[in-house]
Structures are given as C-alpha cells and as structure tokens.
C-alpha cells in the first residue's frame, strides 16, 4: 500500500483546510512547510502581503524553510499551496530546490482566487521531471474556506488514490 503525505504551504489557512481535508480522506500525514520568516497572516494586511510577494517574485528569491521534511518514506506526495501573482509562493521554489523528488508521485492542489493553477503543475513537471505528476486541484479560495470534502473526494476517485 503506497504511503501519502500531504505538504503544504498557507498564510490564510485556505490551503491547510484542503491539506487537511485530503489527508483525513486519504489517511496521509501532514506536514505544514513553515517559512523561517513567518508571512503576516492577519487579512488586513493583505496590501502588505502582496507587495512582498511580488517583490520576492521579481527577485526570485527563495525564502528559507525552517522545518526539516523527510520525503524519503513516502509514495505520494500531495504539494498544496496558495497562488500568489499567478504562480506558487517562492518557498516552494526553496521546497523544489532543497528536495529530489525523482520517483514520487507528487499530486498538486492549490487556492485561487480566479487564476485556477496559473500554469504552477506544468512548471513542478519542469521542476521534477523524474517525478510522476497527478492531476492536481485547483480549489477558488471562498470554495476552501467552505470546504470542499465532495470535491476532494471525486477528485481522488478519478486520480486513483481512493
């Protein structure tokens, strides 16, 4: 039986409510991707947060991860993440820098509000390519904040994980 981990990077927490969704259905474990410099999670602040987003993306910058993820146990690998300026945050630039995925299944999802996945699962194909990639799911971030069990459970019938 293929062994699942759920990874994922969120500021709003709308990314982690659908990490933590896929894992409950899948059994998987779940592991948050923490920024050594934590990002301002108050949505008051969300000006703030993007300028610095783009900045890091105009710098290409690749922010520093804190925690240790051990990646060698698992098959399946879910990689969740928020869109910011129509790509992945750049910590996942750092993940995919820092890690070798080559012989996992990695299996993309993702918050938006309206981009869906902006390109972001063909660039972890460029990224990993001896990695096997699934169909990945892009969730609008009102629907993740609402919950998408239904969908996250159609979702891993027609991707063959459930």
Do not use: C
Not at 43 to 64: F, M, Q, V
Not at 127 to 147: D, R
């Amino acid at each position: 039986m293929a062994k699942n981990l759920v990874l994922y990077f969120s500021v709003y927490g709308t990314a982690k409510k659908t990490a933590e969704e896929i894992a409950r259905q899948t059994g998987a474990d779940l592991v948050e991707i923490e920024p050594v410099t934590p990002y301002d999670s108050d949505r008051g602040h969300y000006n703030a947060l993007a300028k610095l987003a783009k900045k890091e993306h105009d710098e290409d910058a690749r922010p520093a991860i804190k925690n240790e993820i051990n990646i060698e146990p698992y098959d399946n690998i879910f990689i969740g993440y928020p869109m910011w300026w129509y790509t992945f945050p750049m910590i996942l630039y750092t993940l995919f820098d820092r890690y070798d995925f080559s012989g996992k299944t990695i299996i993309p999802f993702n918050t938006h509000m309206g981009s869906g996945d902006g390109g972001t699962y063909e660039t972890i194909a460029e990224l990993e390519p001896n990695a096997k990639l699934l169909t990945g799911l892009p969730v609008e971030m009102h629907e993740a904040e609402a919950g998408q069990s239904t969908a996250i459970e159609k979702w891993l019938k027609d991707i063959g994980i459930l």
